[in-house]
């Protein structure tokens, strides 16, 4: 194999790559809990973006309900986003799995 081809693979790869980075901070994901009472967005780098509540979920007797809420949104946010973004990572490398690159 040639080493200057190979060596211009990966360059091309590692270019891709941070373009599919870039475009996963603009991409985002939505979830919800309680029914839509709780939610949030979240971007391609796990990074949470807002997280709204209904007022009707905001009891002062039962914060706790809500506090589970809130953790059960965020969670599966985090969920999506990384799912999202090993989508498009494996889009990069053709479904090769890299250890130690983001989304994986």
Known sequence: MNVQKMMKQV???????MKAQQALAEKTVEASA???AVTVTAN???????IKIDPAAVDPDDVEMLEDLVLAAVN???RKSQEMASEAM???????NIPGLPGF
Do not use: R
């Open 11 to 17: 360059q091309k790869m590692q270019a891709e790559m």
């Open 34 to 36: 309680g029914g839509g």
């Open 44 to 50: 391609g780098h796990q990074q949470i973006l807002s």
């Open 76 to 78: 599966e946010a985090l």
């Open 90 to 96: 494996a889009q990069v490398t053709g479904g090769f």
